[in-house]
């Protein structure tokens, strides 16, 4: 199992090509330029570090801690991360705190628990169970001292954008920048260094990154910004805005109902000593790294942010707004239901079968004229069910409110549940087609036969096509029902399309109140989407304006 654990993964759910590219050999900065940066998709990079002079100084287990401490001196304050998490470092501020140590007293701390790593391991050998040491093997628990919640993290080397000193400065004379990435403007250089075994929360990075090994082994399980729905991003307008909401050891599938397939869309690999990984901005990442390991990386800004010009800021953000609610519009068309798999088989898919085909059958079989009985009869089985299916909502809602003789107050507790279905939109995580029976029922049905089904209940039962317009279509329903309409128009010639809509408006005593009962309504699909793509991507919730 734990073996398991700490390989290299794909997920299932993983589009082939958001897969980590790998690379044996480093390519040239001009390869890299040109078919692995502008790609934005991870590329690891096996060995590319080999030969650097802080590779071969700053290794724990050969005198690199001496190395490191005579190099930047006893002097030097750095900024730590301790944790109150014990070894996992989350993003939020209420998790941790910034704590001002020198850089001696954490290296003393970090040749202490080499000390104890040793004799664990010489004691081991004595007891003749030694073995070679591996990247999983590492992760021995380290002693009991507070030092193993300290983690240096983003200590700078070289900040081009801050005019404050770098504290540890002198570690770039020791750095040589791989091949590839000759030419680049660094937004900065850091040094990153874990004590004993630590895990840094999910978070992504505003920056293009390279995370370069130069001591022991870092897991690092990757998400596609796509992803974020599933990773549950905090509030954009937060202090951690960049870090996941949900636990890495404990996660909360009751509250965070689509983590549980977050892993489905990840990736992990394995960096060891002298390799890097690169990680484009805004790709999610979540850390491992074992005890004593020493990393660095370099962040430059991307090409599309530094082309991107502040006074298009509003446009950009409506135009991706826009096309994210597009995309999830494309919920209404996803899933199977039995409409389309019944070739004729009446069995209801929402439990009106039985004593509730009684009044089904009455109307069927009552005494109307030739023409209402053609327009019942030309339908096919499927399209005949799904108009009953149609004509038992309204009914069974008429009789609801009749039984109970409380009109007003059955549209209050609507309102009311309407309110409370948009909050838990998010939190629920069911689709709007779920939500929506009218919506279920007319998807699977062909244009063509809708528009014949519709056209026989003007004929019919002109008053329960009003009432299922007025008062039970959704929003859901309206998006797909005027979808529909679309669709049969491009099957249709104009006098066709005007005869239609002519013989479909006249079952209304108000036209044009059905009219603005579909608008209201498809805007009220696109504001429900809106508030999806909000939570999903921005984790923000609003109200809909009065």
Not at 17 to 37: D, H, K, M, N
Not at 87 to 105: A, C, K, M, W
Not at 149 to 169: H, W
Not at 498 to 518: P, R
Request: proline share 5%; charged share 25%.
């Amino acid at each position: 199992m734990q073996a398991e654990k700490d390989a290299e993964f794909v997920g299932a759910a993983l589009d082939a090509g958001l897969r980590a590219a790998r690379f044996s050999l480093p390519p040239s900065s001009e390869e890299f330029a040109a078919s692995i940066e502008p790609k934005n998709v991870p590329a690891v990079f096996r060995g590319v570090l080999k030969g650097s002079a802080a590779l071969s100084r700053w290794d724990p287990l050969y005198g690199g801690l001496d190395y490191l401490l005579e190099k930047v001196g006893p002097d030097v304050a750095v900024e730590a991360m301790m944790s109150n998490t014990g070894h996992v470092f989350y993003g939020d501020l209420r998790s941790h705190e910034r704590v001002s140590i020198p850089f001696s007293t954490f290296m003393q701390s970090c040749k202490s628990h080499l000390g104890h790593l040793n004799a664990a391991s010489d004691s081991s050998k004595d007891k003749g169970t030694g073995k070679e040491s591996t990247c999983s093997d590492k992760m021995c628990p380290a002693s009991s001292e507070n030092s193993e919640q300290l983690y240096l993290a983003q200590v700078s080397i070289l900040n081009t954008e801050s005019k404050d000193r770098c504290s540890l400065q002198v570690l770039k004379e020791d750095i040589q920048e791989p091949i590839f990435l000759k030419g680049k403007s660094f937004s900065s250089i850091n040094f990153w260094m874990s004590r004993a075994h630590m895990r840094s929360s999910t978070h992504y990075d505003p920056h293009h990154n390279l995370l370069c090994v130069m001591a022991g082994c870092k897991k690092v399980t990757l998400w596609s910004p796509s992803a974020s729905p599933f990773l549950y991003p905090m509030p954009v307008y937060g202090e951690a805005s960049n870090h996941s909401c949900v636990s890495i050891e404990e996660p909360d599938y009751s509250s965070y109902t689509r983590a549980k397939y977050m892993k489905e869309y990840s990736e992990r690999v394995i960096l060891n000593c002298g390799d890097a990984l690169f990680i484009p901005e805004g790709w999610y990442h979540q850390v491992d790294s074992d005890d004593l390991t020493i990393a660095i990386n370099f962040w430059w800004k991307s090409r599309i942010m530094t082309e991107m010009l502040e006074h298009m800021d509003g446009y950009y953000l409506r135009r991706i707004m826009r096309r994210y609610m597009t995309e999830m519009n494309k919920i209404t068309q996803m899933g199977s239901f039995s409409h389309s798999e019944r070739n004729g088989d009446f069995q209801s898919t929402d439990g009106l079968s039985g004593a509730g085909s009684q009044p089904f059958n009455k109307v069927t079989n009552s005494d109307t004229s030739d023409k209402k009985g053609a327009a019942l009869q030309s339908l096919k089985p499927c399209t005949l069910q799904a108009l009953y299916e149609l004509m038992s909502l309204v009914h069974n809602s008429v009789e609801a409110v009749d039984q109970n003789d409380r009109a007003e107050s059955a549209s209050q507790d609507t309102s009311v549940c309407q309110s409370n279905e948009r909050k838990k939109t998010a939190a629920d995580d069911s689709s709007l087609l779920e939500k929506d029976p009218v919506a279920k029922i007319i998807l699977p049905v062909e244009p063509l036969e809708l528009r014949s089904m519709l056209l026989a209940m003007v004929h019919t039962f002109p008053r329960t096509l009003e009432g299922l317009v007025l008062n039970i279509l959704g929003p859901t329903g309206a998006e797909i029902l005027t979808r529909k309409f679309d669709e049969m128009d491009q099957g249709s010639t104009p006098e066709e399309q005007a005869e239609f809509y002519k013989i479909f408006y006249s079952a209304f005593g108000d036209q044009y109140a059905a009219m603005d009962a579909l608008l209201n309504r498809k805007e009220l699909f696109s504001f429900q989407v809106f508030q999806s793509v909000l939570d999903q991507y921005l984790r923000v919730c609003v109200e809909r304006p009065s």
